[in-house]
């Protein structure tokens, strides 16, 4: 995207004053796409840096009437919403799922995105959602955060346990080896190996079932007594 001088901003809002603009941002952690629209449906697109007190400034700075400010809810938070607001500026915090989408796909970039979120706004067309505090934020992060842990330490200990199987314990006469079967599908046949050492054997049988045998010397070796 071009830069845009502060001089051409100026030149773009000359003999609007007093007509309502709408900004839509679309915001990521290095930097801000914003657009500014003007009551005649014209709209100037720039970059600024990532910076909540930036687009307060820029905006200010402009000493126009803002009818709104619309960026899409993310993983940057709400400090900039709650900047604006502490500036006397209407903000709209959209969640992504109800943001109007083309129905057929089309271009899509930072530029358009924040082009589109200005246009629904100037046509009402987007609901914000419920701000929070930072109090409010940080609690969130908090508990979000203690369930990730929860979650990944749950599947730390499935990792570790065995896969639940069927097992069966087949006795022989004296001197035969004993056959150990886990099975994942109940009704897979026992196969049963010559062999007196303790051997596993791993017999594929189509997409989700398989066959494990152990065969053993005596029924402690297999329990590991």
């Known amino acids: 995207m071009a830069k845009i001088s502060l001089?051409?901003?100026?030149?773009?809002?000359?003999?609007?004053?007093?007509?309502l603009f709408h900004v839509g941002l679309?915001?990521?952690?290095?930097s801000y796409h914003l657009a500014l629209r003007r009551a005649d449906g014209r709209s100037l697109s720039l970059v600024i840096p990532a910076s909540p007190q930036a687009v307060v400034d820029l905006l200010d700075g402009l000493n126009i009437r803002i009818g709104a400010v619309a960026y899409e809810s993310g993983p940057t938070g709400f400090s900039l919403a709650r900047m604006l607001q502490v500036a006397g500026i209407q903000v709209i915090v959209a969640a992504?799922?109800?943001?109007p989408r083309s129905v057929t796909p089309g271009a899509k970039c930072d530029r358009l995105d924040c082009l589109k979120l200005a246009d629904y706004a100037t046509k009402g067309m987007l609901k914000s959602i419920a701000i929070p505090s930072s109090q409010e934020e940080a609690r969130r992060a908090l508990l979000r955060r203690r369930h990730m842990l929860v979650i990944g330490r749950a599947?730390?200990?499935?990792?570790?346990?065995?896969h639940p199987r069927r097992r069966e314990l087949i006795e022989?006469?004296?001197g035969e080896p004993?056959?150990?079967?886990?099975?994942?599908?109940?009704?897979?046949?026992?196969?049963?190996?010559?062999?007196?050492r303790l051997k596993r054997?791993?017999?594929?049988?189509?997409?989700?079932?398989?066959?494990?045998?152990v065969i053993a010397e005596d029924a402690d070796l297999l329990a590991g007594r």
């Open 7 to 19: 001089s051409s901003l100026r030149q773009f809002v000359v003999g609007f004053e007093r007509e």
């Open 26 to 30: 679309d915001v990521h952690k290095r």
């Open 96 to 99: 992504p799922s109800k943001i």
């Open 155 to 162: 599947a730390v200990d499935r990792d570790q346990e065995p």
């Open 172 to 174: 022989r006469d004296p």
């Open 178 to 196: 004993v056959a150990f079967l886990t099975s994942r599908q109940p009704g897979d046949q026992l196969i049963v190996t010559p062999q007196c």
């Open 201 to 213: 054997q791993h017999q594929q049988r189509g997409r989700g079932n398989s066959v494990h045998v």
